[in-house]
C-alpha cells in the first residue's frame, strides 16, 4: 500500500463539506464530459502502444495530478494517498469481465507492457478478484467500447468508506472534423471533492491528451 497522510480536520477548509455529506444516503456526483482523444488514436496507430493501457495511463497521471482524487474516507477521519493506482475491468474469454489491479507507472510504454501480464492473472478466473479491492490508493476504471454513451451510473457497496472515485468511458468515434472523441465520466464522492475539483481533473486530463502528440513511438 502506498503511503497516506492523516488530514487534519481542525485545519482543512472542506471540514463543513465534509460532514455535511458524509451522512448522505448518495454521496456521490457524477461530471460527464466529450473529450478529443485524436492525439491518443494516432499515436496508438504509429506505434506498438494500445488504445485501452494507454487511455487508462493518462486517466489514472490526470487522477494523480488531481489533489481531491486522492483522498480517501479512513475511519479516523480523511487521508491523502501518496499515489493512485488502477483497479480496472477486463474481458474474459468467455465474453464476461473480471477485475485487475496494476501500479500506475510514470513510462507508458513500460505501462502497456505490464498491463497486460496483470489482466491475464485474472482474466479467465471463475470468481471475481476481488481480494485487494479496498486498498485506499486504488481508484475503479472502466470502459464500455461498444457504446457511445452520454452518461453511465455504478453500482455501490453500501461501506459508509467507500470514497475511491469511479472513472468510466464509452465508445471512441470520429468526428466530422476528422478527429476522435469519446464522453469521459468522473464519479467523487462529494465529502472529498466539489464541481471545481471535477473541473480541474478534466483541465489535468486534456492536457495530458494533448501531450501525447509528441510522445516517442518507441520506448527510448
Same mark, same amino acid.
Given at each position: 500500500? @502506498?503511503?497516506?497522510?492523516?488530514?487534519?480536520? @481542525?485545519?482543512? =477548509?472542506?471540514?463543513?463539506?465534509?460532514?455535511?455529506?458524509?451522512?448522505?444516503? =448518495?454521496?456521490?456526483?457524477?461530471?460527464?464530459?466529450?473529450?478529443?482523444?485524436?492525439? &491518443?488514436?494516432?499515436?496508438?496507430?504509429?506505434?506498438?502502444?494500445?488504445?485501452?493501457?494507454?487511455?487508462?495511463?493518462?486517466?489514472?497521471?490526470a487522477?494523480?495530478?488531481?489533489?481531491?482524487?486522492?483522498?480517501?474516507?479512513?475511519?479516523?477521519?480523511?487521508? $491523502?494517498?501518496? $499515489?493512485?493506482?488502477?483497479?480496472?475491468?477486463?474481458?474474459?474469454?468467455?465474453?464476461?469481465?473480471n477485475?485487475?489491479?496494476?501500479?500506475?507507472?510514470?513510462?507508458?510504454?513500460q505501462?502497456?507492457?505490464?498491463?497486460?501480464?496483470?489482466?491475464?492473472?485474472?482474466?479467465?478466473?471463475?470468481? &471475481?478478484?476481488?481480494?485487494?479491492d479496498? $486498498?485506499?490508493?486504488?481508484?475503479?476504471?472502466?470502459?464500455?467500447?461498444?457504446?457511445?454513451?452520454?452518461?453511465?451510473s455504478?453500482?455501490?457497496?453500501?461501506?459508509?468508506?467507500?470514497?475511491?472515485?469511479?472513472?468510466?468511458?464509452? =465508445?471512441?468515434?470520429?468526428?466530422?472534423?476528422?478527429?476522435?472523441?469519446?464522453?469521459?465520466q468522473?464519479?467523487?464522492?462529494?465529502?472529498?471533492?466539489?464541481?471545481?475539483?471535477?473541473?480541474?481533473?478534466?483541465?489535468?486530463? @486534456?492536457?495530458?491528451?494533448?501531450? &501525447?502528440a509528441?510522445?516517442?513511438?518507441?520506448?527510448?
Open positions: 500500500m @502506498n503511503p497516506v497522510e492523516r488530514i487534519d480536520l @481542525n485545519t482543512w =477548509k472542506r471540514r463543513p463539506h465534509y460532514e455535511f455529506f458524509l451522512g448522505f444516503e =448518495k454521496p456521490f456526483f457524477d461530471v460527464a464530459a466529450r473529450i478529443d482523444v485524436s492525439p &491518443l488514436v494516432e499515436l496508438t496507430r504509429r506505434s506498438e502502444l494500445r488504445l485501452f493501457p494507454t487511455l487508462l495511463h493518462t486517466v489514472c497521471l487522477a494523480n495530478d488531481t489533489d481531491a482524487l486522492r483522498l480517501r474516507l479512513i475511519p479516523e477521519g480523511v487521508a $491523502r494517498v501518496s $499515489r493512485i493506482a488502477p483497479s480496472f475491468t477486463v474481458m474474459s474469454d468467455q465474453g464476461t469481465f477485475y485487475a489491479t496494476a501500479p500506475l507507472l510514470d513510462d507508458l510504454h505501462f502497456n507492457r505490464t498491463l497486460q501480464t496483470h489482466a491475464d492473472r485474472t482474466r479467465n478466473l471463475p470468481e &471475481l478478484f476481488l481480494s485487494d479496498d $486498498r485506499l490508493e486504488l481508484i475503479y476504471v472502466t470502459s464500455m467500447p461498444w457504446l457511445d454513451f452520454q452518461s453511465i455504478h453500482p455501490f457497496p453500501g461501506d459508509r468508506l467507500d470514497s475511491a472515485p469511479r472513472i468510466a468511458w464509452g =465508445k471512441v468515434v470520429p468526428t466530422p472534423a476528422g478527429g476522435f472523441e469519446a464522453t469521459l468522473l464519479t467523487s464522492h462529494h465529502a472529498l471533492a466539489d464541481g471545481r475539483d471535477a473541473a480541474e481533473f478534466f483541465e489535468h486530463l @486534456n492536457r495530458r491528451l494533448r501531450a &501525447l509528441s510522445l516517442p513511438h518507441s520506448p527510448a
